[in-house]
């Protein structure tokens, strides 16, 4: 099985800590984290992660803003990524579906079934 590269983007570290620790106990995948969509946009484009978990509300830079760049880079436009929010609302969901974003995964959210949306999402 190849090792699996997957780039948390998200402004809170307690978040940050939780999903990192998830992915490589449980899915045993290799994790790098961002704490800015400034700081997630340069390493998508320099560890070309197969995968981006993208948080929707960051100051500055957010996650769709973020989104949007990365669908403007030859690198990393083909990157598979899931937007992360606190917002529930289906129709907010599916606004965010319609930009091109593999899925959508609400926060709060339980350890295992974020690593079995993750997989489903990306068929893993």
């Known amino acids: 099985m190849n090792q699996k590269l997957v780039l948390v983007i998200d402004d809170d570290d307690g978040i940050r800590e939780v999903i990192q620790i998830c992915l490589e106990a449980i899915a045993g995948w ?13 390493l998508a ?16 830079l957010d996650g769709i803003a973020t989104f949007q760049q990365l669908q403007t880079q030859g690198k990393t436009k083909h990157i598979p990524t899931i937007l992360l ?25 339980e350890p295992y079934d974020l690593v079995a949306k993750i997989r489903t999402m990306l068929q893993w």
């Open 85 to 109: 929010t606190a917002k529930a609302k289906i129709s907010e969901q599916k606004q965010y579906q319609h930009l091109g974003v593999t899925g959508v995964i609400i926060k709060p959210f």
């Open 30 to 42: 290799n994790v790098i984290t961002a704490a800015s969509g400034e700081e997630g946009l340069t």
């Open 45 to 60: 484009d320099t560890q070309k992660p197969d995968a981006i978990l993208l948080d929707v509300m960051m100051p500055h």
